[in-house]
């Protein structure tokens, strides 16, 4: 699914190609109108010089071709009003080569009264246009193109015992700067003003939603030491994700007040269960003592008093390697840290168990571990304690004929080490609780040598973790390479 953040990029993305769209295919249709008005006024004026030249056609009929005076020409003049009347904006005359202009209308003239001066501006493209139209006996056009108008003049021959003689016609078709051209500038200012003013409001509201969102991922992701509850989250100003915040802050209480619960639960649970596992593991000693104690006060010559307190000697022991076990992992003692040879440090630690390996028919090998500058820090006498405590674990789980390779090595900034067997693996029923005092899968056991591994791991910042509980058991202790 495309983020809120994708979507309105490519909204801001519509928002401008269809605005340069939208403007792009108003001035072509201006630019096309304009072509069509210039089109309509060539057509006008050549319109025009035809009937100009029907008119003076008619004009001519029986004349014999009497000297020009002045009646003949208003007499013209009459002719070329009468023939652009129906011309709006088009004015046009007579003209001869040697004479120039012999009439002259402008009939559809929005003036304060009748036209009658002919246009001195545009007087020499009036003479050039009737002279190609003289030259090549046939209708000639001349375009002048202005800022904000094309001038179009048009010129046709006429026919009559008069020589020399054309009929020309004039107008000016409006292409920009005009009326027309006004409203669309307005108009595309008023989609420039509209359109991309939304985008630029659309991309700050963007760039801003973007950074309160970061503002709130980034809270979201600090790890502050000591804590795994969820942070309190400042309010953005924005209401809709203000909602979204207090939301956050609510549900991130409640969270951190059920953790807090369900934490104290479980301290519970694990003290019942650590209760009940050390009044077991204190009855059993106990229980025995008694019983021994009992026989030997049953024979009167005290033949078996001695048996009896060799036997009450050994619970003792038995209880005070619990209770020593107990405090080992319970008192919070902090590591003290020294650089430490692995190689030497595995080949010490494995040779003290190699003679219980080996009454077992169980081969014990020691790695070398990594090569590496400089040294990792640890307290070597905790974790040899580990370390002996997964390797009698490993030595008691594997039958004879199996091996157990002890190892080292490195990952990232971690110093990994690994105790190995080839024994049956970890029971189904122990997995989840295997960290846990007093769970054991052997009725011999305390349950308290992984419990001692794990606290040992975390004094030294790290953890212990399995592996592989299938077809031989892995054991895993990471814990910094270099203690900070």
């Known amino acids: 699914m495309r983020s809120l953040r994708s979507r309105l990029l490519a909204l801001w993305i519509m928002l401008v190609v269809s605005g340069a769209a939208t403007g792009y295919l108003l001035f072509e249709s201006f630019q096309q109108t304009a072509n069509a008005r210039l089109a309509r006024s060539e057509e006008l004026v050549a319109r025009a010089c035809r009937d100009l030249a029907d008119r003076y056609q008619f004009f001519v009929v029986g004349w014999t071709g009497e000297p020009m005076d002045d009646q003949l020409k208003q007499q013209l003049t009459t002719v070329v009003r009468t023939a652009l009347a129906g011309a709006p904006g088009v004015e046009g005359g007579v003209w001869q080569a040697d004479q120039g202009s012999l009439a002259y209308a402008f009939p559809t003239y929005e003036g304060t009264g009748p036209k009658t001066d002919l246009p001195s501006a545009e007087l020499s493209t009036i003479r050039d246009v009737n002279a190609e139209a003289l030259r090549s006996r ?3 056009s001349i375009r002048q193109y202005g800022r904000s108008q094309v001038l179009i003049v048009h010129a046709c021959p006429l026919r009559g015992p008069l020589t020399g003689v054309t009929g020309w016609t004039m107008t000016r078709a409006i292409t920009s700067e005009g009326p027309a051209y006004n409203q669309l500038l307005s108009g595309l200012i008023l989609l420039a003003l509209t359109i991309f003013g939304s985008a630029a ?6 760039y801003v939603w973007s950074g309160k969102i970061s503002q709130i991922e980034t809270a979201l992701d600090e790890r502050r030491e000591g804590t795994i509850d969820l942070p309190k989250l400042a309010r953005t100003g924005a209401p809709e994700l203000d909602r979204l915040v207090d939301a956050l802050n609510s549900t991130g209480e409640r969270l951190s007040v059920e953790r807090r619960r369900a934490a104290a639960a479980e301290r519970l649970a694990a003290l019942g269960r650590m209760s009940a596992g050390l009044a077991h593991e204190i009855r059993n000693p106990i229980a025995a003592m008694r019983l021994k104690a009992e026989n ?5 010559d005290g033949s078996r008093s001695e048996a009896a307190l060799n036997a009450i000697l050994q619970q003792v022991d038995r209880l005070d390697t619990l209770l020593r076990d107990l405090l080992e992992m319970t008192q919070a003692r902090e590591p003290r840290l020294a650089e430490v040879d692995l190689e030497t440090f595995l ?8 003679d219980l390996a080996a009454s077992r028919g169980i081969t014990l090998t020691a790695g070398t571990g990594p090569a590496s500058s400089p040294l990792p820090q640890l307290d070597p006498s905790q974790m040899q304690r580990a370390l002996d405590n997964l390797i009698i674990n490993a030595i008691q789980n594997t039958p004879a004929g199996g091996t157990i390779a002890v190892d080292a090595g490195r990952r990232d900034g971690s110093l990994l080490l690994r105790v190995a067997d080839t024994g049956p693996g970890i029971a189904e029923d122990v997995r989840e609780r295997l960290f846990e005092p007093f769970v054991t899968g052997r009725a011999d056991g305390t349950g308290l040598g ?3 591994v794990r606290e040992i791991a975390r004094h030294h910042h790290g953890n212990v973790r399995l592996l592989r509980d299938v077809g031989g058991a892995i054991f895993e202790i990471e814990v910094p390479w270099r203690q900070s």
């Open 138 to 140: 046939r209708t000639a």
């Open 201 to 206: 409001w659309l991309a700050r509201m963007l």
């Open 296 to 300: 030997a006060l049953a024979v009167a």
């Open 347 to 354: 080949a010490r630690t494995v040779e003290s168990h190699r």
């Open 450 to 452: 992984l419990a001692i």
